[in-house]
């Protein structure tokens, strides 16, 4: 039996069958390729019989694991080559094209004969001036089509660049006949990326000649400026950063001082009857850090009005339509045709921007007074309970 012929018809019905036409560079033909080279590579290199076969079988099966995985189809080409191989050869013999086949693997790091002279026919086509550029674009194709990745012609170039720059091949052979047919492909990469960079600076100097007849329509239409849009922004943002430090800060007050009137209630008033003179610093704690809790509450508590407007509010310019507390119980129906009736009015836009910036500050200084007392009340009666303490504990026998 002639192994290499039974490996042959192994892995074609694999491609026909099992592994998606989708693989436009992984293809079958990028496989007899391989095995070509391979031989050609291996003569060069003067291979035994024994060494010819291990690296063809190597090459037919190198990758016939997209059948099974398009990510890790390294490992499992070499469980197929087992499949197939562990009635033929020896456990050594099999171990040996394992290894070549996952030399294959980016960065390629091949460790003896076999395996560098795969590596190199793998990559053979770098040395070939029009097989590269097709080869290339097969694999632009595969990626877009077998993995879903729409990469763009210039990203895509200098991903090339980056590969053909970084590889090299490992036989004597393709030291001295491959390796000048690669440099002139690096070359060709690049003047391929230089005419894409030409390409670029052309579109992006009629980009900035549409957006300066685009600005000059603007200001026709004496649209508002960018600073005042940058303006509204920034205030927005730096209102809504201002209240969600309020907001932080209430919350750890209200979680310290439930915490303490938590100790205080489980740990203190039990121990009343024993100790009677932390009665009133412990009343006193306890008033303190609930008025605290009471107010912190208070500052975070939304206040959120009816939830409707109507026709005659968007009139008269008295409704702010970005505050969903004014519209939030209406149909939507009505809502957009409130909102699409303000975008035709600039004065009205910019006059809902106003008033939403006006009532997001007057909450935000509710916030900070109520805070403020918190603060306050918890500072003063914090004071009061240690000095009750200190006078109850001197002065009140227990």
């Known amino acids: 039996m002639n192994l290499l012929k039974e490996a042959e018809r192994?892995?074609?019905?694999?491609?026909?069958?099992?592994?998606?036409?989708?693989?436009?560079?992984?293809?079958?033909?990028?496989?007899?390729?391989?095995?070509?080279?391979?031989?050609?590579?291996?003569?060069?290199?003067?291979l035994s019989?024994?060494?010819m076969e291990a690296l063809l079988l190597a090459a037919w099966f190198h990758d016939s694991g997209f059948a099974r995985d398009k990510f890790n189809h390294e490992v499992h080409s070499v469980e197929i080559a087992r499949e197939f191989l562990k009635d033929y050869l020896s456990e050594e013999k099999i171990n040996a094209i394992a290894e070549a086949i996952l030399s294959t693997r980016l960065p390629q790091y091949p460790q003896n004969q076999i395996a560098r002279i795969l590596c190199d026919a793998d990559t053979y086509h770098l040395s070939l001036e029009e097989e590269f550029l097709i080869q290339s674009e097969k694999l632009k194709n595969e990626w877009r089509n077998a993995y879903n990745m729409e990469v763009e012609d210039r990203t895509f170039w200098d991903q090339t660049a980056f590969f053909i720059n970084l590889h090299q091949y490992f036989t004597n052979y393709?030291?001295?006949?491959l390796q000048p047919g690669k440099e002139y492909n690096q070359w060709q990469v690049r003047e391929k990326?230089?005419?894409?960079?030409?390409?670029?600076?052309?579109?992006?100097?009629?980009?900035?000649?549409?957006?300066?007849?685009?600005?000059?329509?603007?200001?026709?239409?004496?649209?508002?400026?960018?600073?005042?849009?940058?303006?509204?922004?920034?205030?927005?943002?730096?209102?809504?950063n201002l209240s969600a430090i309020a907001d932080n800060k209430a919350n750890i007050l209200i979680s310290v001082n439930a915490i303490i009137i938590s100790i205080v209630v489980t740990m203190l008033v039990r121990k009343f009857s024993e100790y009677p003179n932390i009665v009133l610093p412990s009343i006193v704690f306890l008033l303190t850090s609930l008025a605290t809790v009471i107010f912190g509450i208070l500052s975070t508590r939304p206040n959120v009005k009816g939830g409707r407007f109507t026709k005659e509010d968007v009139k008269q310019k008295k409704v702010n339509l970005l505050f969903f507390g004014n519209f939030y119980n209406m149909a939507y129906e009505d809502y957009e045709e409130a909102v699409k009736e303000m975008m035709k009015d600039y004065d009205?836009?910019?006059?809902?921007?106003?008033?939403?910036?006006?009532?997001?500050?007057?909450?935000?200084?509710?916030?900070?007074?109520?805070?403020?007392?918190?603060?306050?009340?918890?500072?003063?009666?914090?004071?009061?309970?240690?000095?009750?303490?200190?006078?109850?504990?001197?002065?009140?026998?227990?």
């Open 10 to 46: 192994y892995v074609t019905r694999l491609y026909q069958n099992e592994i998606p036409s989708s693989f436009e560079y992984h293809d079958l033909q990028h496989t007899l390729q391989v095995v070509h080279y391979s031989r050609v590579i291996g003569e060069e290199e003067k």
């Open 174 to 177: 393709g030291k001295t006949i």
């Open 193 to 240: 990326i230089k005419t894409l960079e030409k390409d670029q600076k052309k579109r992006e100097k009629k980009l900035e000649k549409d957006v300066d007849k685009l600005e000059k329509k603007l200001e026709k239409l004496k649209m508002p400026s960018r600073g005042i849009e940058s303006m509204f922004r920034l205030t927005a943002r730096n209102q809504i």
């Open 348 to 398: 009205g836009l910019y006059g809902n921007m106003i008033m939403d910036q006006y009532y997001l500050g007057r909450v935000l200084g509710k916030k900070y007074r109520l805070l403020r007392v918190a603060y306050t009340v918890f500072m003063f009666g914090f004071s009061i309970s240690v000095i009750t303490f200190i006078i109850s504990a001197f002065l009140v026998p227990v």
């Open 49 to 51: 019989e024994e060494q």
